[in-house]
């Protein structure tokens, strides 16, 4: 499976960004997809995960102001965050898992809030 990560950027506080993530190659074989972040000198941490059903897992740093959401056609996840807060800076990773659980990750995407 590959991963293409897109659409981190330089944004202010309180704005918001859309994050993109197409797999191509093996898609059948996904079972969850999710996003995780690394901020400088801190480990990677889950932010959101949407499972094959549709049933949802939040950080609880980014409930309500971030939504993971899929689209099948497309073969993509997205990560909507709004109300973003400078302590949201990271690299932003996506992640598939597949049913034999085998994990592969894009290749991260920068997210800056900052004003």
């Known amino acids: 499976v590959q991963l293409q990560a897109s659409g981190g950027g330089l944004v202010q506080p309180g704005g918001s960004l859309r994050l993109s993530c197409e797999a191509s190659g093996g898609i059948q074989s996904i079972y969850v997809w999710g996003w995780y972040r690394q901020a400088p000198g801190a480990q990677r941490e889950l932010v959101a995960r949407?499972?094959?059903?549709?049933?949802?897992t939040y950080a609880d740093s980014v409930k309500g102001r971030f939504t993971i959401s899929r689209d099948n056609a497309k073969n993509t996840v997205y990560l909507q965050m709004n109300s973003l807060k400078p302590e949201d800076t990271a690299v932003y990773y996506c992640n598939v898992v597949t049913r034999s659980a085998v994990a592969y990750w894009g290749q991260g995407t920068l997210v800056t809030v900052s004003s």
């Open positions: 949407i499972s094959h059903g549709g049933s949802t």
